[in-house]
């Protein structure tokens, strides 16, 4: 997903006409966004007033991929603005200025803000989206055959060792890499492959509370229950699309000699699940190189079914977000209740909201489900699944349409196009 458009809010616009300090401020984000090639929808400016900040910030974050706001140091009309647009605690103000892609910008230290929040967040954003994995083959295991492969837009890349030949494939489509991986290993047996994740280092250096304690969780786990002892819950929704980028950076970064090992994953898969729902699944199983498990059954059913076929299994890693029906009591790690087959939940992502769940996958880069592009928030079925209301939206005189889910803001809202039938 490449994020192009932002627009510019300034509450209390009397500071900034003439040739004032605040003026200044203000052309200086200009050219800031103009060098980094940023589209620049529009500059509003409104009263220093909360229902008028609450409004226009409504409509510009769903015009927009990223709304600048430049008002006044502690601007509290902006920040119980945005607590009523997500309905989030009354004060609300996005950590380091930067969430849900709304930067906050005070009058009097806009430029050094722009030096060190706005500028290195947009710049990492208006970066191309790259997907690597490589491949070990024997010594002269037909590296110069590979080489003239016809791949479409997948960069071939082989490299000489002294042991062994790496090819590697690079490319901004997330589906190409895929299929290249499949041909590849169509021609030459199933070789090693291994996905390079360039984020790791980025990620573990965040100063996001919900992500340092998300990590600190992952690794309490691995810790307690060993790596060979875990699997995931997978379904190819967002939160286990999070949880699952986040448990292989953990792995990548704290057992680096396990880098070709499969993570199990449980996929319970429902008997009218979505066609893109499965292709993006499969296509993870071989991009993240996963061991997946299907089971038509119900939850318990299929817990039971995995600890029967693995029975060292000892923690089951979850995308639960306390927002979720029966998950406000929940902690980080509880043991599954009596009558249930024993294993350990662990869920990193309890204290998660719905915006944090897409500032990752948007910052990080990290592949989703193509459904949530077109509506949808959340994933069920066929048959209780439509696309959530809220997200519909009108372009003037132009037919409605759903926005993407990152567009929505509110944790409420997330799961207004479930458990609903569609006959």
């Not at 083959?137 to 082989?158: M, Q, S, T």
């Not at 000489?160 to 490319?171: A, K």
């Not at 390079?196 to 307690?224: F, G, P, R, T, W």
């Not at 306390?322 to 869920?347: A, N, Q, Y």
């Amino acid at each position: 997903m490449q994020l192009n458009t932002v627009s510019i809010l300034v509450a209390n616009g009397d500071l900034i006409f003439g040739e004032s300090e605040h003026s200044l401020e203000l052309n200086c984000i200009i050219q800031t966004l103009k060098h980094l090639l940023l589209d620049i929808r529009n500059i509003s400016i409104i009263k220093e007033d909360e229902k008028s900040a609450a409004l226009e910030l409504t409509t510009l974050s769903k015009l927009n991929d990223f709304v600048i706001v430049l008002a006044k140091p502690n601007p509290i009309c902006i920040s119980n603005a945005l607590g009523n647009i997500t309905l989030q605690a009354a004060g609300f103000l996005p950590n380091r200025q930067s969430d849900i892609r709304i930067f906050i910008l005070e009058f009097g230290y806009a430029e050094q803000q722009i030096k060190h929040i706005l500028k290195p967040h947009l710049t990492h954003y208006k970066q191309e989206v790259k997907y690597i994995k490589f491949f070990n083959l024997a010594k002269n295991g037909g590296k110069d055959y590979i080489e003239k492969y016809d791949l479409g837009n997948v960069v071939i890349n082989c490299e000489y060792t002294h042991e062994m030949d790496v090819i590697t494939l690079t490319s901004n489509s997330f589906e190409e890499i895929v299929s290249s991986e499949i041909m590849l290993k169509e021609k030459k047996g199933d070789i090693n492959g291994k996905w390079i994740n360039e984020m790791v280092e980025l990620i573990y250096h965040s100063k996001d509370e919900h992500v340092v304690l998300a990590i600190d969780v992952i690794e309490k786990c691995l810790q307690n229950y060993g790596l060979d002892n875990v699997f995931l819950s997978f379904n190819g929704g967002k939160d286990c699309t999070v949880l699952l980028h986040l448990v292989q950076t953990v792995i990548e970064k704290r057992y680096p000699d396990q880098k070709y090992k499969k993570l199990i994953c449980l996929y319970i898969r429902s008997e009218d699940a979505f066609k893109d729902q499965d292709a993006f699944i499969e296509q993870c199983k071989i991009y993240f190189n996963l061991e997946i498990v299907t089971a038509s059954a119900n939850i318990k059913e299929a817990l039971r079914m995995i600890l029967e076929q693995q029975p060292h299994l000892k923690a089951c890693f979850m995308g639960t977000r306390r927002t979720d029906p029966f998950s406000s009591h929940l902690t980080p790690f509880e043991i599954t209740d009596d009558g249930w087959p024993k294993v350990m939940r662990c869920s990193p992502l309890l204290d998660w909201y719905y915006t944090d769940v897409w500032d990752y996958l948007l910052y990080y880069k990290v592949p989703y489900c193509k459904l949530y592009d077109y509506g949808y928030t959340s994933l069920g079925n066929t048959t209780n699944t439509i696309r959530n209301p809220s997200l519909l939206f009108s372009y003037g005189d132009e037919k409605d349409v759903y926005l993407p889910a990152y567009k929505m803001m509110v944790d409420k809202k997330e799961r207004s196009g479930r458990n609903i039938s569609k006959m």
